[in-house]
């Protein structure tokens, strides 16, 4: 079974705030072990090719564990994993997404250095570029809890408690995933700082978040992001009024993601 989830749009049986705790201590047969690999600036195509790859380890463990089960055998926690990355100019369209929010051809493209990929996500279109910090969790998620749902609000979560280790007050905003600023109703600018998208198949996640930190907010100019025309988008260096390293921002993010989800990061070689 395969669900994908959009960049923009909360199923409507989705809670609107996340749990008030995290994920519960590994019990006997999960792995809270996240092998985490900072990828520095590198292309889309290969990113993604590695996801599918790392996708399809973990399943195929998964179905060996079935079998051994079935015949009383022992099985063998899968693994998870995170990568974090940046990509050069990339627009990417999940697979409900309507080719005409890009508002750019073939040479459009060419001209501001930036592809584009149809992709398997959920959701509209979005931009990566340089300056944004993306992370592709490859979670099993019978390693922590069964819950979608949960598991975006964890990602948002974690986003937004980065956030406030800058100062930044961010949040969610009713009916639209990703974390936002401005987000209480009726707030006059309200702006998205984070995009999430992800697809899970027999509860196994791939693809991910974009947290905009220094990121060149004119390529959103060329899109409509998400499909939504009627709110900003920004970035942390927008928001403060100088840069900040994207390496520092990951590096503030991994504990809190530790922490929501109980995991023990374990870093690889990228």
Not at 22 to 37: I, M, N, Y
Not at 205 to 234: R, W
């Amino acid at each position: 079974m395969t669900t994908i989830f959009s960049t923009c749009a909360i199923p409507a049986t989705a809670p609107e705030t996340p749990p008030a705790t995290g994920a519960a201590p590994a019990s006997a047969g999960q792995s809270h072990q996240v092998l985490v690999r900072r990828l520095g600036m590198v292309d889309y195509a290969p990113t993604w090719e590695l996801q599918e790859q790392l996708l399809a380890e973990t399943l195929a463990l998964k179905t060996q564990n079935r079998l051994a089960a079935e015949a009383g055998q022992q099985v063998v926690a899968t693994l998870n994993h995170l990568l974090l990355c940046e990509h050069p100019p990339v627009y990417t369209l999940g697979k409900s997404g309507k080719p005409e929010h890009l508002l750019l051809d073939d040479a459009g493209l060419a001209a501001h250095g930036a592809t584009f990929h149809r992709i398997n996500r959920g959701g509209d279109i979005t931009f990566h570029g340089p300056g944004q910090l993306v992370g592709y969790p490859i979670f099993d998620l019978d390693n922590f809890f069964t819950d979608i749902h949960r598991y975006l609000r964890l990602l948002e979560e974690a986003v937004i408690l980065t956030l406030a280790d800058y100062g930044v007050r961010a949040g969610r905003i009713a009916g639209l995933t990703g974390v936002w600023l401005d987000f209480e109703e009726g707030a006059p600018n309200p702006r998205k700082i984070c995009a999430l998208g992800v697809k899970c198949s027999r509860w196994v996640t791939m693809h991910g978040f974009a947290l905009n930190v220094n990121t060149d907010l004119s390529y959103f100019g060329h899109i409509v992001p998400c499909g939504i025309t009627d709110k900003a988008v920004t970035s942390l260096e927008n928001e403060l009024g100088h840069a900040v390293p994207v390496s520092e921002v990951q590096e503030r993010l991994l504990p809190h993601l530790a922490t929501l989800f109980a995991a023990d990061l374990i870093s690889q070689s990228s």
